[in-house]
């Protein structure tokens, strides 16, 4: 079954740190992986989008990676803000129907002062 | 500026009622898709468009329709035959990207509640 996992649920940090979110995948074929930030009562935001020839994608103080061998991929947040305060989720498109997205539940991560 | 406008924000639903969604965009975006968001829960697709006047079922699809008359408008009925309607509704558009169509933008959502 085509799954997207995603850890922790939650995570709590101080403004000014880094921190890191893991997204492990069971898609195969795999077309693409993207990550998504959602505030509370809004829709998604795109932040990064990966296909499984890029290991490494960069948007701001945000960085992605992936390892389409381990099938894991990592969300790295430089220098958090307040405003990072949000839902971050990893979608997967498989190969075979890319219209398709299977998401993963979101990693709840709360920024404060 | 262009982008997806969803209304209501807010919406409530009697028993027996069917509720009208509405999502517009003006990205000139070919698809439209329409995902239920549950706490604890991934976005589960309801029904998507890739063309004006056709429209597949998602993996939810009961208890929900959907017309697509205008390129900009993809309008979800909630009908009285979906038992749990409460949840948070999710409008997006794409364009083609490295020749498939995927979700890249959403709207604000509804937040349907039944009274």
Known sequence: KN?????????????GKNCTLQCNYTVSPFSNLRWYKQ?????????TIMTFSENTKSNGRYTATLDA????????????QLSDSASYICVVSG????????????TRLQVFP | DGGITQSPKYLFR???????????????????????QDP????????????????????????YSVSREKKE??????????????????????????????????GDGTRLSIL
């Open chain 2, 73 to 106: 408008s993809f309008p979800l009925t909630v009908t009285s035959a979906q038992k749990n309607p409460t949840a948070f509704y999710l409008c997006a558009s794409s364009i083609k990207w490295k020749g498939s169509n995927q979700p890249q933008h959403f």
């Open chain 1, 69 to 80: 061998d381990t099938k894991q991929s990592s969300l790295h947040i430089t220098a958090s």
């Open chain 1, 95 to 106: 190969a075979y129907n890319t219209d398709k997205l299977i998401f993963g539940t979101g």
């Open chain 2, 40 to 63: 604890g829960q991934g976005l589960r697709l309801i029904y998507y468009s890739q063309i004006v006047n056709d429209f597949q079922k998602g993996d939810i699809a009961e208890g």
């Open chain 1, 39 to 47: 505030d509370t009562g809004r829709g998604p935001v795109s932040l």
């Open chain 2, 14 to 36: 009697k028993e027996g009622q069917n509720v009208t969604l509405s999502c517009e965009q003006n990205l000139n975006h070919d698809a439209m898709y329409w995902y239920r």
């Open chain 1, 3 to 15: 799954q997207v996992e995603q850890s922790p649920q939650s995570l709590i940090i101080l403004e």
